[in-house]
């Protein structure tokens, strides 16, 4: 399983950001998504999760009402969609894919990269 994230850059406070992560190796639309992200000197934390139909999503309350999940399983795709960008948002940027609806991080088996998000106040 491969999981390539993209979409990262730097982006005044305010701004917005569209991270996407193209997955492969297994049935897509089997497999619930998540995004994480780690801030310098910090632990990896949840963002937001997608089931595997894409009907339902959580997130946490720091982006709540700004970022948006999405997944096209069409295309093997998951988005995150960053409105409203705050300097606190700064961190890398990480896709996971896993079989359990969870915002732990044992719930999700494969991850990406990572993609650096760096807002500037």
């Known amino acids: 399983v491969q999981l390539q994230a993209s979409g990262g850059g730097l982006v005044q406070a305010g701004g917005s950001l569209r991270l996407s992560c193209a997955a492969s190796?297994?049935?897509?639309?089997?497999?619930?998504m998540g995004w994480f992200r780690q801030a310098p000197g910090k632990e990896r934390e949840f963002v937001a999760r997608i089931s595997r139909a894409g009907a339902t999503t959580d997130y946490a309350d720091s982006v709540k009402g700004r970022f948006t999940i999405s997944r096209n399983n069409a295309e093997n795709t998951v988005y995150l969609q960053m409105n409203s960008l705050k300097p606190e948002d700064t961190a890398v940027y990480y896709c996971?894919?896993?079989?359990?609806?969870?915002?732990?991080?044992?719930?999700?088996?494969?991850w990406g990269q990572g993609t650096l998000v760096t807002v500037s106040s």
């Open positions: 190796g297994r049935p897509f639309s089997m497999y619930v």
């Open positions: 996971a894919t896993g079989s359990q609806y969870g915002e732990q991080f044992a719930a999700y088996d494969y």
